[in-house]
């Protein structure tokens, strides 16, 4: 303690502490993003091995290789653990490193908050993934839990995967919070609203979101847990409750999810193509405003799930409309992106490619959402694999494009190495021919009738499948090949300067390569 | 961002206040989510989307029958998950008028060993109709008490109303009966259940 007192003047210019302390009592941003990302991506890793049994499962018609009760867990598990423990922790990790090193902050607003809302994420997936060795087994009723499949009819250990969501839900209502005071409050002089940097707004924008729906998503558990365990019905017909409401709440908070996933990528592509295509981004303001009226319209179309549970005419033209509005404000964007683009001295170094790839797959899961929407449609697409490819469309290709995106684009700023480019080259193509050979025909089988969530099927969709298990082994093998280059970059390498990419712009590359330790404790001037 | 004025070069700086207003923020989301559950009832109610028809009707001046229209009400019995009852309507379809008070009645029999309260839960299709079918008289307004192996028949009186849209010509009422325990517990339980739950079970 003496030693902490003694060397307080030079507090804000040492660097980490040693060992594991440092990360079980770091406040640095730094330090607290890497173990977001680390953590995102040890669990990409382990919902992807889920997906893998999955698609080995449905490499050929009939029950080869697990039961159906453990499919039915590995989708459930897969779905959840992708959302929560993969694309979420990822952008809060982003965030973490780039926020404050983007509006020249020292460090997050509330730094001992953001160690706790950290380290509650891996206690959350600790019960979360020990729920497989229960008795019982894992929750096994969809990532969209749907009452009374999991309420009268869940396996016992639904109770921890209730107290696990409650755990991660307070992590991201933290971080959210953290994310909102670090962006009103540290912004350095001069640097107003509107000369944010768009991963600045779009993250300022997800955690309004967050706020808005996490809080709901822990009321509907809540609900659950209070219908299973003391006898309320809030979901229960038999005492007067309505299953249908729980769709209702449940995609109440499940829509906005789906952009609060895709929010930041947004920005992060908004910053690589104008930095590949040396040109400033094209229209900055109705990025924004875009970026606004996506996340205000979230709200309002969430029955878009639930065209086929018998919403009457009135309200089935109303979320039809109000969704085909969304693609309005997404379209905008997709034009200003292909308009900064157009005539730009464009270069294709790896994160160029990936946000490339980003707009044009993105935008295929952007169109089949608007076969979706339309209402009368949807009672053939519904719960057939059509929503499947349309889903990992805008997931994969959409938010985890973005996150790999970034990735490269920061990693020299990062480790103060350039990572190996023609390997991260290698990572992309693979990637983009794996996830289209995997994701492309799932829309054929959708369309030709072939149910989601199911463990056999009829034999007419075996060659597809074959295809999409194809796609899907080769997908998931070349993410560990992003695991070797992203370690080979760490450990070594040519050494990057303070701004790697002839294009890019903003406050982070007026730092050295890798940023110190501590950053910006004296504000810049933005002029 | 009103509170943001570009022209205002230091930007507010207390972390309190921000924590306060999402703090706020929060709250009233999670208390929101809960008022969804009402809202819900309320509005199933007022506009009869989920087909739950509504409690005893209370007709404020007698309708008069409308003879130029007949309108077939088909019945439709079912059990709830593990329920034992032999539960069935004793006519499946009746021709009615607008108007005209009718009383049809369902079968009901415990065949366990033991008595058994249940509770029937009313749905009508199309949802359209919900607002236009009145029940006077339905077993399905209180819980049905049976000893072991008693058998009843329990009646419903409805009046399909004259205002019932045109284009409507037959209503499906589909009951189903729940497994509400022995008559002992079933106080304790309904005590339970009526401090979260809608009333609108009719
Ligand atoms: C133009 C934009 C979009 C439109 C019009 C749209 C429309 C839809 C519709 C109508 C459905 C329901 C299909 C059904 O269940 O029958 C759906 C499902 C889904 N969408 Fe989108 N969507 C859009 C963008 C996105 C984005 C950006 C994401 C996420 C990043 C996303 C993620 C999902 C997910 C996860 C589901 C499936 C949920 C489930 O049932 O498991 N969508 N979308
Ligand atoms: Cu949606």
Redesign the pocket.
Known sequence: MSAVIDTHAQDHHHGPAKGITRWLYTTNHKDIGTMYLVFSFAMFLLGGTMAMVIRAELFQPGLQIVEPEFFNQMTTMH?LIMVFGAVMPAFVGLANWMLPMMIGAPDMALPRMNNWSFWLLPCAFLILVSTLFMAGGAPNF???FYAPLSTTYGPPSTTFFIFAVHIMGISSIMGAINVIATILNLRAPGMTMMKMPLFVWTWLITAFLLIAVMPVLAGVVTMMLMDINFGTSFFNAAGGGDPVLFQHVFWFF?HPE??I??LPAFGAVSHIIPAFARKPLFGYASMVYAVGAIALLSFVVWA??M?TVGVPLAGELFFMYA??L??VP?GVKVFNWVATMFRGSMTFEAPMLFAVAFVILFTI??FS??M??IAPA?FQ???TYF?VA??HY??VP??IFGIFASAYFWLPKWTGHMYDESLAKTHFWLSFVGMNLAFFPMHFLGLAGMPRRIPDYALQFADFNMVSSIGAFMFGATQLLFLFIVIKCVRGGEKAPAKPWEGAEGLEWTLPSPAPYHTFSTPPEVK | MAELPESNPQPPRSNARVIGWCLVGVVGMFAFGFALVPLYNVFCEITGINGKTGGRYEASEAMQTDLNRTVEVQFIAQNGPEMPWVFRPMVHSIKVHPGEPTQVAFYAENPTGAAMVAQAIPSLAPSEGTLYFHKTECFCFNRQALAAGEITEMPLVFIVDTALPEHITKLTLSYTLYDQGEPETVSAVTSERATTTSTNNG
Request: charged share 5%; hydrophobic share 45%.
């Open positions: 779905g969809g990532w969209t499940g789906v952009y996933m895709i878009h799930h065209f969704t085909m969304i693609a997404t899961g952007g959402g608007l979706l929407a949807d697409y519904h719960d929503v349309h889903f805008v997931l959409g938010a």
